[in-house]
């Protein structure tokens, strides 16, 4: 047996990867099988099991991949040493609406993920990996609303577990209606003015204020 450089490796987990992508945008997550993705990437169903459990370990690790370029600009707004936390949070809201519309493997992602990802049947797990990454993901933005309060660009009565749940409420709505219909949203043009808005309700709603009591 020929053994591989881990390089080459590493150019057939993306290539993998990117084959996934493909077929789960093409027939759905559920009716996708690693048949079609090795066929797909031109790889054996053994050459996946090396690298990954099943389909739905492919499945995330394609999600992982993708919010790589997205995480940078997340770590910089969680770091308390940041002295804009709010800055770095707005530039990390805009650049993910923004991908949306300019990168069609981002975008595609998108559709994946809230079109053809069913939650039930064989797939019923990934709900609680999904779940899981949600949470990661709300425990990262609290972070960042606790540097911002910290440096006095949020307010100190904000509650932050109200706070985050809207803010994922409002990015996901945005994102899911734009991927319904296009033409109804000029995302890319419009991506700054809704981030500001946001910013501007966590800054100054009654709503996402702590009550008294809490």
């Not at 049947?121 to 949470?135: S, T, V």
Request: hydrophobic share 40%; glycine share 4%.
């Amino acid at each position: 047996m020929v053994r591989r450089t881990k390089a080459e490796a590493l150019q057939t987990r993306a290539q993998i990867l990117d084959a996934a992508e493909q077929v789960f945008h093409r027939k759905g997550v559920l009716s996708a099988s690693l048949k079609d993705i090795a066929s797909e990437a031109g790889v054996t169903r053994g050459a996946i099991y090396w690298h990954f459990k099943n389909k739905h370990d492919v499945f995330m690790a394609m999600v992982d991949r993708s919010r790589l370029p997205f995480d940078s600009l997340a770590e910089r707004a969680e770091d308390a040493s940041e002295p804009d936390p709010l800055g770095r949070l707005r530039e990390f809201m805009v650049f993910l609406l923004q991908q949306a519309v300019c990168d069609p493997g981002q975008r595609r992602l998108f559709e994946i993920m809230f079109q053809k990802c069913e939650f039930s049947g064989e797939n019923a797990d990934l709900l609680d990996r999904q779940r899981e990454a949600c949470r990661d993901s709300s425990a990262r933005l609290a972070r960042t609303f606790a540097n911002a309060i910290a440096r006095g660009q949020l307010p100190e009565s904000l509650d932050t577990g109200k706070a985050v749940s809207w803010l994922h409420s409002q990015l996901t709505g945005v994102i899911m209606t734009w991927l319904l219909d296009p033409e109804v949203l000029d995302m890319e043009r419009v991506a700054t003015d809704f981030v500001d808005t946001c910013l501007f309700a966590l800054q100054h709603a009654p709503s996402l204020r702590q009550r008294p009591g809490d």
